[in-house]
C-alpha cells in the first residue's frame, strides 16, 4: 500500500505554472507523517534515471534545489496540513514527467544534489516511501 502521495500533475501550456502536494495516504493503515521527515521532489521521464529536483528539511527552514529548476520551483511545507507542495513556474516541454515525492530515510543532505540521479536499487535504501507518482505535461 502506498504511504503518501501526490496530486496537481495535469496538462499545462509552456509558461504556464502547476503546484503539486506530497500528502499521507489516507487509504494506507500504515501512511507517513510527512511532519516528521525531509521529503523530496524527483521525477523521470520514461527510459531515464530518476532525478531529483529539490528538498526540504522536516523543519521546513532548509530547501536544496538543482540547477535546472532554480528560481523556476519552490517546495513549501504546510505543517498544519502535513503536505508538502512544489510550486512550479515557468514550465517548458523539458518539465513533461511523472513527479514523485519522497520521504528521506535522513537528511536532505544525505542526497547528492550535485548529481541528483536516484542510482537503481538506492530507492529503498535513502528512502522509506516513495508515491505512485502525478503526470505533468507542458505542451502548446
Not at 3 to 26: K, T
Not at 72 to 87: P, Y
Not at 121 to 135: A, K, L, N, P, V
Request: hydrophobic letters at 30%.
Amino acid at each position: 500500500q502506498l504511504r503518501i502521495v501526490e496530486s496537481g500533475g495535469g496538462l499545462v501550456q509552456p509558461g504556464g505554472s502547476l503546484r503539486l502536494s506530497c500528502a499521507r495516504s489516507e487509504a494506507s493503515e500504515s501512511s507517513v507523517d510527512l511532519n516528521y521527515y525531509a521529503v523530496g521532489w524527483f521525477r523521470q521521464v520514461p527510459g531515464k534515471e530518476r532525478e531529483g529536483l529539490a528538498c526540504i528539511s522536516n523543519s521546513g527552514r532548509t530547501t536544496y534545489y538543482v540547477d535546472p529548476v532554480k528560481g523556476r520551483f519552490a517546495i513549501s511545507r504546510n505543517k498544519a496540513e502535513g503536505t508538502v507542495d512544489l510550486q512550479m513556474n515557468n514550465l517548458n516541454s523539458e518539465d513533461t514527467a511523472v513527479y514523485f515525492c519522497a520521504t528521506m530515510r535522513g537528511y536532505c543532505s544525505d542526497f547528492d544534489w550535485r548529481d541528483p540521479i536516484v542510482r537503481p536499487g538506492r530507492e529503498q535504501i535513502d528512502f522509506t516511501s516513495w508515491g505512485q507518482g502525478t503526470q505533468v505535461t507542458v505542451s502548446s
